[in-house]
């Protein structure tokens, strides 16, 4: 018991500073804040460039990398939050990470920028996050969280030393609205649409400004989910934390698919582009298109990932010898899809046909120099990796784009009267739908301008409202615009026509008349 004792708080330190990078998802280093950009460059490329294929978004324009708003952000990360830091002994915790509870400082960040860093902060502070950040669609709603424990003998004896928040990752980012404290995941969906509906109805410029930041810091959070139930462990409940030392047996069980992931970024921050090129499956992505909610969408996703990828923890089916292959982590619920069979195995991989593409589910055969030189238990190699992301990087843009168009209201501008004299009524409309089932009541700067983009006037809308005069300019076409945190909304344009010079009344001329007789 003795040695155990002075066992335990080593074992604590070296697993907690493993813990945070080995449980989460992506690497939310460099490979979440890189996937979010791919979500946002998707939704961009639908509509900026024109076609407007999302109807939704016709007469609006998004710079989201011209403007600089002020927020809060990560600048220093942490295992805990602040209240957490009391379980453990005030001189291991500073022995432990230096200062275990992460710092927010506040900046100022373009709308692009702060999406991004969502992608990193989500898995702050680290210890509470790696737990929450799973989600299996194949269990009954409330039991979708992690209950895996990890195959691994100090890894398990720690992870044990925390409570299990039985919260999933879905739920847990989309949260619920106006759930703030400093306990509390602040930067949720729910509360991200709180956030901008508040920056839409805020008349103060910085205070908007301010709130916008919040809002695409929120969004940044949630595509980090998204971006997750595309990946195949935190969707097939597969706790894979582990640390590189030749003990790994003691310290994790590492998830091959994320590791590499992470690997083909270090030193190389374009090191997923290649993964991006292609389309995602037209069955997946029309699934995403009809989605309401970003429940839908983020349910949709992690059955698709769920249903055709394997862990090397979660295989299962019959080889092409004819041998059972049951999975190594929780063998009492086998997954239904996929599976190994022999009609699948060709060239020493396990093949599938996912949507437009074949995938490499895994190997048995190890690899000298890119010669076969035996068989094993399945794994997942290298090509398997870039095989599953061709496929997975795809789906999660599209499901991400998806989700933004989601966030964002749908609003249109309209002048409702013109006159030749310049007279100007008009009201901002939002359209409810799923998300945002309360309405908006736009508040703030409604700009006029004509076809040149010249500024013809400047109103305040008050409760979605506006009205003012402008300067006439004969046969020109002009309309109004609002602008939120890099969004601009604009109104179908409207002809104005200066009225015609007033003519000076005719005067007639006064003559007198002499009737004298001469």
């Not at 600048?75 to 379980?87: A, I, Q």
């Not at 292609?278 to 997946?284: T, V, Y």
């Given at each position: 018991m003795k040695n155990i004792k002075i066992f335990a708080p080593a074992a604590l330190i070296v697993t907690l500073l493993a813990l945070w990078a080995l449980f989460v998802g992506y690497g939310n280093q460099k490979n979440h804040p890189t996937l979010n950009k791919f979500m946002v460059k998707a939704f961009l490329e639908k509509n900026n460039k024109g076609g407007f294929s999302m109807n939704k978004f016709k007469l609006y324009e998004f710079k989201l990398d011209k403007v600089k708003l002020r927020g809060n952000y990560i600048?220093?990360?942490?295992?805990?939050?602040?209240?957490?830091?009391?379980?453990f002994h005030e001189d291991m915790a500073n022995w432990l990470y230096g200062e275990t509870t992460f710092t927010e400082e506040a900046g100022e960040k373009t709308p692009l920028e702060w999406i991004a860093h969502g992608g990193y902060s989500a898995d702050v502070p680290e210890v509470p996050a790696s737990f929450r950040h799973f989600y299996d669609p194949t269990r009954p709603d409330g039991a979708r969280h992690l209950t895996d424990d990890v195959n691994s003998k100090l890894m398990n004896w720690i992870q044990k030393k925390f409570t299990?928040?039985?919260t999933d990752g879905v739920t847990w980012?989309?949260?619920?609205?106006?759930?703030?404290?400093a306990l509390e995941h602040n930067y949720t969906w729910e509360n991200g649409k709180a956030f901008l509906k508040g920056a839409l109805e805020e008349k103060n410029q910085e205070k908007r400004n301010?709130?916008?930041a919040k809002a695409w810091r929120s969004l940044g959070?949630?595509?980090?989910m998204i971006a997750d139930n595309g990946c195949p462990s935190h969707v097939r409940n597969d706790a894979h934390p582990s640390i590189p030392f030749r003990m790994m047996s003691y310290f994790g069980n590492p998830d091959t698919y994320e590791e590499m992931m992470a690997e083909f970024q270090t030193g190389?921050?374009?090191g997923l582009d290649e993964f991006q090129?292609?389309?995602?499956?037209?069955?997946?992505a029309l699934k995403f298109e009809k989605s309401n909610t970003i429940r839908d969408v983020a349910h949709t996703l992690a059955t698709f990932t769920n249903e055709n990828f394997f862990t090397t923890e979660t295989i299962s089916g019959t080889d092409w010898k004819g041998n059972v292959v049951k999975p190594i982590t929780h063998p009492d619920y086998v997954y239904s899809s996929p599976k190994l069979s022999a009609s699948g195995y060709s060239g020493n991989y396990y093949r599938?046909?996912?949507?437009?593409?074949?995938?490499l589910l895994c190997t048995d055969t190890w690899f000298f120099n890119k010669y076969p030189i035996s068989k094993t238990y399945p794994y997942l190699d290298e090509a398997c990796v870039k095989s599953q992301a061709s496929a997975l990087v795809p789906a999660i843009r599209e499901a991400g784009l998806h989700a933004i168009r989601l966030f964002i209201p749908g609003l249109s501008v309209k002048i409702t009267s013109l006159t030749d004299d310049g007279n100007i009524t008009g009201e901002i409309i939002h359209k409810t739908d799923q998300e945002y089932s309360k309405a908006i009541s736009y508040n703030g700067p409604v700009v006029i301008k004509t076809a040149t983009l010249d500024e013809a006037g400047k109103f305040e809308a008050r409760s979605g409202r506006f009205s003012g005069k402008i300067t006439p300019v004969d046969n020109a076409w002009i309309h109004a615009e609002i602008e939120f945190g890099g969004v601009t909304v604009k109104s179908e344009q409207k002809k104005i026509s200066a009225p015609p010079p007033k003519r000076e009344p005719v005067v007639a001329a006064n003559y007198e008349l002499d009737f004298r007789i001469y």
């Open positions: 600048s220093k990360p942490g295992l805990f939050n602040p209240s957490e830091v009391d379980r299990n928040p039985n980012a989309i949260g619920k609205a106006g759930n703030f404290g301010a709130l916008m959070e949630t595509l980090h190389n921050d374009g090129a292609g389309k995602a499956d037209p069955d997946l599938r046909q996912v949507g437009n593409r074949e995938v």
